[in-house]
Every structure is written in structure tokens, then in C-alpha cells.
């Protein structure tokens, strides 16, 4: 595989420069197909193409579409038109800054099609989509096909990246092919705290009826702080739902607002159910109980139990913050319930995103196991970098665990398949300090500069085709 020169840095951010297409070695180039032309797709077959692959890029609009998309655009944005924080040592920008100092396709598309929008980076949907099919119409290595695939190739070497709305052919086909346990078509996300914003004074750790030790960390309500709480359930505002997200929900996942609008003692039977906890304070059962449990590849971060829910993100932290425990809460993840296919990663996946029982089979984007328009770059960018290494016969090198790549992908690996559930990039997925740092700022400065210096090392080692010992 030839080599890759690396972005330059200017000043202090990494930029995005234009790469030549390169020149592939003596022998047999490649081929590689690309499913989906959304964020994920389009990245995945820049890098493989600047490594030397022939690549075909294979999207079903627009002889078939969604009920989400609206064109046949390369990179639709079909929610926001943001692509998260920019502001300095924040999760999302260290993760940005990371896909740039790689030379990321969609984020120098991005950084033409900015526009203002405080301290996100926004852009204008068409520009940036315009940018990204220039792009990829002039590389020689790459050929876009516009046509629906309906079965997922299994000869040779392929990519997947066709969305959380896979269509239906394709997804019965990957579930065929990974087995139908294992393939999510209905996403329900109960919302993440970090731990240090809880007030353990007003909570105690154990489990239900004493059983299975001290897993859930209990914050208790009296009847007044429950009716208040319910009352403001009852009043918060909902996201409204998209054409594509059902207004009639499962049974076994129902928004908390919607189990509240059943009536007043619903909760008390449901997710705050108090039966076998008994405060160790008082001796007596609370009237109501939230269950926090740890999440498992989450450092220092828990999950409230049951608490998925459609409310505006605002409105989730004004709501959850009237339970006295979390009265300051920090989140880290808001719920969520809505349409999404997804692939149990954990039980699925290894660390370079190829499917275990098919290993020349790459998954990338909200498919593969995550949430949010950045993530989605990431994996399609992994992908296409770990494609390209497998068609030229170089072992696997995943990124170190103290990048913000790695550590998604750390996530996706360790996390319990059990109860899976697609992430967000935020700092609790990445390592702790040693020693620790007690200032948040200081402590998410120190691990962003430990990452871009993590990042810069593999990436001179991927650019150049090594191994990573």
C-alpha cells in the first residue's frame, strides 16, 4: 500500500488539505463496495481510495429513498445541520480534530460549507453535500453507482454503511447474515449522568430486595417531590415526531411521558417502583425510587433505569433535575426513543468494525452501533482505513484507546451485549487520568492533549503502512 502524507497543522488546529490520488503499487488493484451514500459511505471510500482501491460506491437514491430523506444527495443531513460543539476540549471537537488530522473527506467538506452557528459547527446541506459528490466524482479510483442493493455481497471485500433506516430488503438480508437476534429495529436510549454531579447525601447503593449486591445507586422521592416531578412530566414538551419514527410505541420500551399520561401511580409501578428498597437512612420504603445503574465501558457515568423518553433535551434536564439526587446533574447522554437499525456491536463486531463471521465484511456509521453525525464519519473513516489495509494483506492496527477513535470503539467492544445501546462520543468513554485531575476543564484539556498525541503517533504509523506493535 503507498504511502499517505498527513495534513499540516497550522497554528493550533489541524486542517484539512486535498490529497492527490495516489498511485496504487505493481499488481492487481483492489476492489472494494460501498453501501450507502450517507455520511459514513462517502468517507469510508475516500480513505479507501487514497490508499490505492478501486471503489465502488453503491447508493440506492434516487430510484429508492426513505421516509426520512428529502434528495438524492450524497451526505443528506436529514436532521440537524450540525455536527456538534467546536468548542475547544470538548468531547465532540477533540473528536473532530482527531478526523482531521487523519485528512477526513466530510470535514473539510464541512469547512466549506460553514456557516454561523454559535459554537457548533453548522453548515449549509447543500454546499456541504455538493462538496462531497465533487469530490468523490473526481478521484479516478472511485465509481458512484446509483442503484438499490438488495443482498450484501459475499465474495470479496465490502463495506455497509446504509443508516439507522436501512431498507427493508437489506436489513432481512443482514439479519440473515448476523442472525436476527442481533439486528435492533427500535431504539430506546434512557438518559446518562456523570457521576461526580450526583449528590450521594440524598442516595444509597444497593439492589432490589437486596439482591445482587450494591449495582444500583437509589435516589428516592417523597409523595410531594413525586407529584411535583409528575406534574412537570406531564408538562414538558416532546421532540415531534419525524414520518419515519412510529406514534405507536412498544409495549416494553414506552417513553416515561407516556406511561405518566396513563395516570398518577403508573411511574410508582413502573420504572420508580420502590418495592424491596428500603432506605438504610430512614428504615422505611420511599414513596418513589430512581434506579441508577452503572454503565459498564462508561467510566464514572450511570444510567437511569427505564427513563428513555421523547422530551426536548432542555426539558429532560429541567424534569430530571427535580429528583433530589440529580438536582445538578451533568448529562452525559440525554433519552432518547426512536426508529433506528443498529447491529448488537459488542456480540458482532471487532475492533476494525469487520463483521467476526465475515471478516472482508466492514460495518460503519449508526449501523455499526453508534449515535450522531461525527461518529458516523468516524467509522466510515475507520472502515476505509482498515479495508484498505486488509486488501493489501497488512495486519490490523485499530486506534490506541486514548483517542477518542479508540475509545468508541473500546465502547462498542466492551460494552455488555445484553442491553447494548448506541453512543455518543463523550469523555466518559475515554481513559482516566492518572493521577487523576479534580478541575473538570483542566481534566478534559489534559486528556484532549494525551489524545491528539495518541492520534498523531498511530497516524504516522498508518500513513506510512506499518504494523502497530
Not at 117 to 146: C, P, Y
Not at 320 to 345: C, D, K, M, S, W
Request: aromatic share 8%; hydrophobic share 40%.
Amino acid at each position: 500500500m503507498p504511502s499517505i502524507p498527513a495534513p499540516a497543522a497550522v497554528g493550533a488546529g489541524i486542517f484539512f488539505i486535498t490529497l492527490m490520488p495516489l498511485l496504487p503499487p505493481a499488481g492487481a488493484q483492489p476492489l472494494i463496495q460501498i453501501i450507502g451514500g450517507g455520511l459514513a459511505g462517502p468517507e469510508a471510500a475516500w480513505q479507501a481510495a487514497r490508499r490505492g482501491l478501486r471503489v465502488r460506491l453503491l447508493e440506492m437514491r434516487p430510484h429508492a429513498s426513505t421516509p426520512a430523506h428529502r434528495t438524492s444527495a450524497l451526505g443528506e443531513l436529514v436532521c440537524s445541520n450540525s455536527l456538534k460543539s467546536e468548542a475547544p476540549h470538548s468531547a465532540p471537537w477533540l473528536l473532530k480534530q482527531e478526523l482531521r488530522q487523519a485528512g477526513s473527506l466530510l470535514l473539510g467538506c464541512a469547512a466549506e460549507a460553514v456557516i454561523p452557528g454559535g459554537q457548533a459547527l453548522t453548515v449549509d446541506r447543500q454546499r456541504f453535500s455538493a462538496a462531497i459528490e465533487s469530490r468523490l466524482r473526481q478521484h479516478s479510483n472511485i465509481e458512484l453507482v446509483r442503484e438499490e442493493v438488495r443482498q450484501i455481497p459475499r465474495d470479496g471485500f465490502a463495506i455497509v454503511a446504509t443508516g439507522p433506516l436501512t431498507s427493508p430488503a437489506l436489513a432481512e438480508d443482514l439479519a440473515r447474515l448476523t442472525g436476527s437476534q442481533r439486528l435492533y429495529f427500535y431504539d430506546a436510549i434512557s438518559p446518562v449522568v456523570e457521576d461526580d454531579s450526583i449528590d450521594y447525601s440524598r442516595a444509597w447503593q444497593a439492589s432490589r430486595h437486596g439482591k445482587g449486591g450494591e449495582d444500583y445507586l437509589n435516589c428516592p422521592l417523597d409523595r410531594g417531590q413525586y407529584q411535583v416531578f409528575y406534574q412537570a412530566l406531564l408538562g414538558a414538551e416532546s421532540y415531534p415526531l419525524h414520518d419515519f419514527e412510529p406514534a405507536q410505541y412498544f409495549e416494553a420500551c414506552l417513553p416515561l411521558e407516556e406511561l405518566a399520561r396513563r395516570g398518577p401511580e403508573t411511574l410508582r409501578y413502573g420504572p420508580m417502583k420502590p418495592v424491596g428498597l428500603r432506605d438504610p437512612r430512614s428504615g422505611q420504603l420511599p414513596y418513589a425510587v430512581v434506579q441508577l445503574r452503572r454503565e459498564d465501558a462508561r467510566a464514572g457515568a450511570w444510567n437511569l433505569v427505564g427513563f428513555q423518553n421523547h422530551l426536548r433535551f432542555a426539558e429532560q434536564a429541567r424534569v430530571l433535575r427535580l429528583i433530589p439526587a440529580l438536582e445538578h446533574a451533568v448529562f452525559l447522554r440525554f433519552g432518547q426513543v426512536h426508529r433506528n437499525t443498529y447491529l448488537n456491536a459488542p456480540a458482532l463486531l471487532d475492533d476494525t468494525l469487520a463483521l467476526r463471521r465475515h471478516p472482508n465484511l466492514w460495518i460503519a456509521g449508526q449501523l455499526c452501533g453508534t449515535e450522531g453525525y461525527v461518529e458516523a464519519i468516524a467509522t466510515g473513516f475507520l472502515a476505509g482505513v482498515h479495508a484498505a489495509r486488509a486488501a493489501w494483506g497488512l495486519p490490523p492496527a485499530p486506534p490506541p484507546r486514548a483517542t477518542a477513535l479508540g475509545s468508541l470503539i473500546n465502547y462498542m467492544q466492551k460494552s455488555r451485549p445484553e442491553d447494548y445501546t448506541p453512543a455518543n462520543i463523550t469523555f466518559d468513554l475515554l481513559p482516566s487520568l492518572d493521577p487523576p485531575v479534580r478541575d473538570r476543564a483542566l481534566r478534559h484539556q489534559a486528556i484532549c492533549e494525551s489524545a491528539l498525541r495518541a492520534m498523531a503517533a498511530w497516524w504516522e504509523i498508518i500513513c506510512h503502512g506499518a504494523s502497530v506493535a
